[in-house]
């Protein structure tokens, strides 16, 4: 059974007989070459720095209730196949060997949104398809990648973290074997849960728990373990799984296993490959209760592609899948990002797997209090596989990549302003201020965020910094703070634990009435939790940070 889940994601990208391979890329070719440049040449790309200035593209009608986007001038150098912010405020992108066999320059890039400036530097081994989180200290983790490509793949058992503050690797320690498509989820702890992903042509069997520093045997992982399972922590601190496999499953780190009977099994009832799945916002008026919604993928052999969606209430006394609000059209490699006003923007894939022109260009909006979509303006640029969107610090999304043909790739990048940055009549939304918050925050424990526009705020969220790849961000987490207003300040009190929201740097944003978002600043929550997990001196570290900003 798990050689045939794995079999049937391999054969998507490497068992195609040649013929068909031969008559998609004709097919595509002449849209691609409007849409793709060729993967630079160059053997070596040097540190380097380049500055472009964004330019304006087609306005949409109405932005106030679609949103915008826009294409940079500025182009991405390297494949961005990985991608996740840093509380630095720059992304780490990740490319490798960037999908292509017999490029032996790994590469990996900073790139600064605030500056649009880029750099791209070498790495060290090929980190091309690996998993990736963030660390409670603020640390990408680098969770293996690829040793070879195609019969077999042999995936990588190396790890490394990026420190953000000097940009650079360090390997840590290795995982039981190789992991190519694997998932990691940051527990309550802190500690990293990781599995799934193909060692030498076959499914990695362990699942372990560690921190980079060390890797723990936790179990063994569920009979038909998707590639890049799609999980997310509960607050009750079980993870929950449900994708691309229609029989959701449950770990539970306590007891290192996967929990007896499995699941629900979801309205659809089949894969969904190359769908996504997004833990929905943890609000107060929810009673910080945890929803789960997928999106989109497909099932199949080639694979037919579904615009449903489904809802979960985990909290529910016996949780089970109901059908969500269908997408405006079928979707898979799509992408999911909250925002800080709750809702969800949803975008990118494409109706047939890999093939260009059934490229969905539309996005769209969930707002979960009306369970319903609105249109999310409309992308310039095809995002199918390898595509990726992250929030920005500023309240906007960027979306860069898209890869479904060896070799080549879409270097434009574009970015979303969301619909609560502009007003009525399309002139840009005043937006309330965020003077100074803590650079650390620990559970259950008051801070003050100064803000002129304290009377006017309606609520206060921390939503952690993504990190996403293969249309899945294994980070992001809205939760929802409690505040009290005071005169030029708030009274904010922290998550109540590593469960709720775990160990970490988040974006904290105030909202306003109008639903209109501050620009974030980055907010280390930690705790206990995260003292244990990580017991040398990098607990120690974070209360030494601590302070106002
Ligand atoms: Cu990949």
């Given at each position: 059974?798990?050689?045939n ?111 649009l ?13 690996s ?15 690829t ?33 190519w ?30 921190t ?46 996967f ?37 989109g ?150 801070f ?11 609520a ?22 409690t505040f ?46 995260y ?9 120690g ?9």
């Open positions: 059974m798990r050689a889940r794995f079999g049937r994601g391999l054969r998507l990208k490497s068992m195609l007989p040649a013929l068909a391979i031969v008559a998609l890329v004709l097919a595509v070719a002449a849209a691609r070459a409007q849409t793709a440049h060729s993967q630079p040449p160059l053997p070596f790309i040097e540190p380097s720095e380049t500055h472009s200035r964004t330019k304006a593209r087609v306005a949409e009608a109405n932005p106030h209730a679609t949103g915008q986007w826009q294409t940079l001038g500025q182009t991405m150098p390297i494949n961005p196949v990985h991608m996740a912010l840093m509380h630095t405020g720059k992304v780490l992108v990740i490319s490798g060997s960037g999908n292509d066999p017999n490029e032996h320059t790994l590469l990996a890039a900073v790139w600064n949104p605030a500056t400036t880029v750099r791209t530097f070498p790495i060290s081994w090929d980190m091309f398809c998993g990736m989180v963030v660390l409670p200290d603020g640390k990408p983790l680098v969770l293996g990648g040793i070879r490509y195609d019969s077999p793949w042999i995936g990588e058992p190396r790890t490394a973290e990026f420190d953000p503050a000097t940009e650079k690797f360090t390997n840590t320690r290795k995982m039981s074997g190789g992991r498509y694997p998932t990691g989820t940051v527990l309550g702890d802190g500690k990293v849960l990781v599995y799934s992903g193909l060692d030498v042509g076959s499914g990695n069997p362990t699942v372990e728990i560690g980079g520093q060390f890797w723990s045997p936790a179990g063994t992982a569920f009979g038909g373990v998707p590639l890049y399972p799609r999980e997310h922590l509960l607050p009750d601190g079980r993870v929950f799984e449900d994708g691309a496999n229609a029989t959701s499953q449950y770990y539970d780190p306590a007891s290192r296993s929990t007896v009977p499995p699941g629900p099994t979801t309205v659809l009832g089949a894969d969904r490959n190359y769908g996504t799945s997004v833990l929905l916002p943890l609000t107060k008026a929810g009673g910080w209760k945890p929803k789960v919604m997928i999106l993928g497909g099932s199949g052999d080639p694979p037919i592609t579904t615009a449903t969606t489904e809802l979960i209430d985990l909290a529910a006394p016996s949780p089970a899948w109901v059908s969500g609000p269908p997408m405006a059209q079928p979707r898979m490699q799509l992408n999911a990002t909250l925002l800080p006003d709750g809702k969800g923007l949803v975008s990118g894939g494409s109706t047939t797997d890999e093939i260009t022109s059934t490229a969905v260009l539309e996005a769209q909006l969930y707002d979960p209090a009306a369970n319903s979509f609105s249109s999310g303006g409309t992308m310039e640029f095809p995002r199918l596989y390898h595509s990726n969107t992250l929030l920005l610090p500023d309240g906007r999304v960027v979306a860069m990549g898209g890869n479904p043909e060896r070799t080549v790739y879409v270097p434009q990048i574009e970015i979303y302003s969301p619909p609560y940055l502009f007003n009525a009549d399309a002139s840009p939304a005043k937006r309330p201020v965020l003077d100074s918050a803590p650079r650390v925050a620990h559970y259950r424990t008051h003050k965020v100064r803000t002129p526009d304290a009377p006017n705020i309606q206060v969220v921390a939503i952690r910094a993504g990190a996403v790849t293969h249309a899945f961000d294994m980070e992001q987490r809205l939760v929802e703070l009290v207003r005071k005169a030029g300040s708030l009274d904010v009190l922290a998550p109540a634990r590593g469960n709720l929201a775990p160990p970490g740097y988040y974006l904290l944003f105030l909202v306003d009435s109008h639903g209109v978002p501050s620009v974030a600043r980055f907010v280390q929550i930690t705790g206990p939790e003292a244990a997990a990580y017991p040398k001196s990098k607990g570290k974070a209360k030494a940070r601590e302070g106002t900003s």
